[in-house]
T-cell receptor
Framework: DSGVTQTPKHLITATGQRVTLRCSPR?????VYWYQQSLDQGLQFLIQ???????AKGNILERFSAQQFPDLHSELNLSSLELGDSALYFC??????????????FGPGTRLTVL | DAKTTQPPSMDCAEGRAANLPCNHS???????VYWYRQIHSQGPQYIIH???NNETNEMASLIITEDRKSSTLILPHATLRDTAVYYC??????????????FGSGTQLTVLP
């Protein structure tokens, strides 16, 4: 158990809908990262937050957004869903951005299925 | 971050050592080598990391060549539960910059009974 929690575990929805994925980082971790893993793309970085502020963006679509709250939990919002958004979404957390050996610990993921 | 090259698949007999190689010939001085594994759609699990010295923890050993252009992850006594995709990731340290991990295709390790 990495200490990172994600809810829900599974999510099934229809095209055009909007969903919210939630991540609670390990106690004391300030950075949260979101990754997407689809069958044809592998694990891809989406976005990073550090202590409530966006730090970096990866291959995140404009239909997707995220935020990190004062209690450090994070939410990933996916809107106008398409079939191709079906994937595993992982959250990872680490102690602090900029620390030399800043290890990321991953949650169990949310499996999103868009029908 | 430097690119890594790993064999797509490897087999290992249960109870034997599993040696997973990784090439990172363009690695630079401030880049660390990290290893993660992913067991069948679970979240990636951190294994070990190192800069230039060999490292060992309760899960594995990491051997980095003197020129740092390649490394080997060693699972000393592989079990069936070690069957997973193993990712070798090179990651730079840069203060204040993004710290995301860049995953390649990894090595599918299958531990055989």
């Amino acid at each position: 158990d990495s200490g990172v929690t994600q809810t829900p575990k599974h999510l099934i929805t229809a095209t055009g809908q909007r969903v919210t994925l939630r991540c609670s980082p390990r106690s004391g971790d300030l950075s949260v990262y979101w990754y997407q893993q689809s069958l044809d793309q592998g694990l891809q970085f989406l976005i990073q937050y550090y202590n409530g502020e966006e730090r970096a963006k990866g291959n995140i679509l404009e239909r997707f957004s995220a935020q990190q709250f004062p209690d450090l939990h994070s939410e990933l919002n996916l809107s106008s869903l398409e079939l191709g958004d079906s994937a595993l979404y992982f959250c990872a957390s680490s102690v602090e951005a900029g620390v030399q050996t800043d290890t990321q610990y991953f949650g169990p993921g949310t499996r999103l299925t868009v029908l | 971050d430097a690119k890594t090259t790993q064999p797509p698949s490897m087999d290992c007999a249960e109870g034997r050592a599993a040696n997973l190689p990784c090439n990172h010939s363009t690695i630079s001085g401030n880049e660390y080598v990290y290893w993660y594994r992913q067991i069948h759609s679970q979240g990636p699990q951190y294994i070990i990391h190192g800069l230039k010295n060999n490292e060992t923890n309760e899960m594995a050993s990491l051997i980095i060549t003197e020129d740092r252009k390649s490394s080997t992850l060693i699972l000393p006594h592989a079990t069936l539960r070690d069957t997973a995709v193993y990712y070798c990731i090179v990651r730079a340290y840069s203060s204040g910059s993004a710290r995301q991990l860049t995953f390649g295709s990894g090595t599918q390790l299958t531990v055989l009974p």
